[in-house]
């Protein structure tokens, strides 16, 4: 396979074109999809990420103008290569006007084909490349605004890239205080749906009586307080994305509710005649075991499985040691703005103490112990500062062990070293990219720590 498995959505209205196209690509290691008309290429587009689009010009229903037109309204990201038996330079330079990566004049050899592709893959792999490099100049350890440097984390971000412009129901599994509606508001805002209401209410902090109308709204004289019309949080949400945290806490007659609205795409407001639609993503998150509830009755099962046709593993803090220096510098220069005062240094002991500790708080502890120390420390961040529950917790390494944060350090860094190159099986120079450093750096670091 010449082309890494890339997929491809071939649109034409003419059948046979499309099964050349796609049996001549396939043979090329590239998955293809086909689509009649531009219509049903957008369908597609709705549902699954492509690499690139061959799009006809003329077609019944919706043309491939009209087609650009509407994947560029979308925000679309897959360049859009566009054909024609009817090919002028005009109709070119128009087509690329309007927004297409290139243009091919039907009938076309399969080099022709071959040729464009090449240059659109290269073109995409270098714009990736240059999204990666300016990270690394703009000093970027994390995603949309979650601070991690972690391999788990950045196996999480590269799933949310995948999700994120799909209509797919996500499910965030997590401990609380991990970040759940940080994760949410990342899908939000990586998606075609960023510049739609991002909408967030926990399902356990509402009580059941009223938990319906917020989620769906209602008419007035619906019910006894009733006194003017409430829109619904699905309606807020409309053409963006509703969060539902903890969503394991919804009583189960919502339950059957909100099954309904993500099958049907409708709600009704109570108190109304008649439902409508609303273009609503819905993410979740829940701190409970769902598939367990599922089981012992105390959660519908075929809701369950509505909501977890994509799930997100927050991994716990005490699983990321090594991101607490870099949350600890975060949180310490946010608590400094915020407070208008000049960042503290935080001490030896304090570090040993943080990556010593088992979070059962998580990132959201951690957030809390370091706002407690800015405001009982000047200049320097000691033991004095921590809350009695993390200076006296158990595991916490003794005063007489090695305090130096260098060797610490070290440890952490020979530790990624040795797990990124088992995770390629040996590839260094694959270890290095996973350690976001450069191949040089590597090698420099294997010769430090004697690593084979």
């Known amino acids: 396979m010449t082309a890494s498995g890339k997929h491809i959505l071939i649109i034409d209205d003419e059948e046979n074109l499309r099964h050349m196209l796609s049996a001549m690509l396939s043979r090329q290691g590239y998955l293809t999809d086909t689509a009649a008309n531009g219509a049903e290429g957008l369908q597609r587009l709705r549902d699954k990420i492509y690499d690139f689009v061959l799009c006809d010009i003329r077609m019944p229903e919706m043309g491939g103008k009209a087609f650009l037109a509407a994947a560029l309204e979308n925000r679309v990201a897959s360049p859009v290569i566009m054909m024609s038996a009817y090919g002028t330079v005009d109709t070119a330079v128009e087509c690329l006007t309007l927004g297409a990566y290139d243009f091919i004049s039907k009938p076309f050899k399969k080099d022709e084909i071959e040729m464009v592709l090449k240059k659109a893959e290269e073109r995409e792999r270098l714009r990736e490349e240059n999204s990666r490099l300016r990270a690394v100049v703009a000093g ?3 995603f949309s605004g979650i601070i991690s440097r972690n391999s788990a984390m950045t196996d999480l971000f590269s799933q949310i890239r995948k999700v994120a412009d ?13 970040g759940k509606e940080l994760i949410a508001r990342a899908i939000h805002d990586a998606s075609r749906r960023f510049a ?53 806490e919804m009583p189960p007659a919502l339950q059957v509710k909100l099954l309904r609205v993500l099958q049907e795409e409708e709600i009704r407001p109570l108190g109304a005649s008649a439902s409508h639609t609303v273009d609503v993503r819905v993410v979740s998150a829940t701190s409970r075991n769902l598939e367990a509830d599922s089981r012992m009755g105390r959660f519908r099962e075929d809701l369950y499985f509505r909501l977890n046709v994509f799930t997100v593993q927050l991994p716990p803090l005490r699983d990321r ?47 809390n112990v370091i706002e407690r120390g800015m405001i009982l420390c000047e200049g320097m961040m000691t033991e004095a500062c921590l ?66």
């Open 321 to 367: 040691i090594d991101d607490i220096p870099l949350l600890v510098d975060h949180f310490v220069a946010r608590c400094a703005e915020t407070m208008e005062r000049s960042p503290v240094r935080v001490s030896p002991e304090v570090m040993r103490r943080l990556m010593g500790y088992g979070w059962p708080g998580n990132v959201r502890e951690l957030e």
């Open 387 to 452: 809350p009695d529950a993390l200076r006296y917790a158990a595991g916490v390494a003794e005063a007489d062990e090695d305090l130096s944060i260098k060797r610490a350090e070290d440890a952490i860094e020979r530790d990624l070293i040795r797990k990124a190159l088992l995770k390629t099986g040996g590839n260094r120079t694959q270890a290095a990219r996973i350690l976001e450093i450069s191949h040089r750096s590597l090698l420099y670091k294997l010769k430090e720590f004697g690593i084979d």
């Open 140 to 142: 970027t350890n994390g």
């Open 166 to 178: 799909l209509k797919t129901p996500v499910l965030v599994l997590g401990e609380s205080g991990t």
């Open 196 to 248: 739609g209401p991002f909408v967030a209410v926990n399902c356990g902090a509402i009580p059941e009586n009223l938990l319906e109308s917020e989620l769906f709204g209602h008419r007035r004289g619906a019910f006894t307080d009733a006194s003017s019309d409430k829109t619904g949080l699905f309606d807020q949400a409309d053409g963006g994305t509703l969060f539902l945290d903890e969503v394991g």
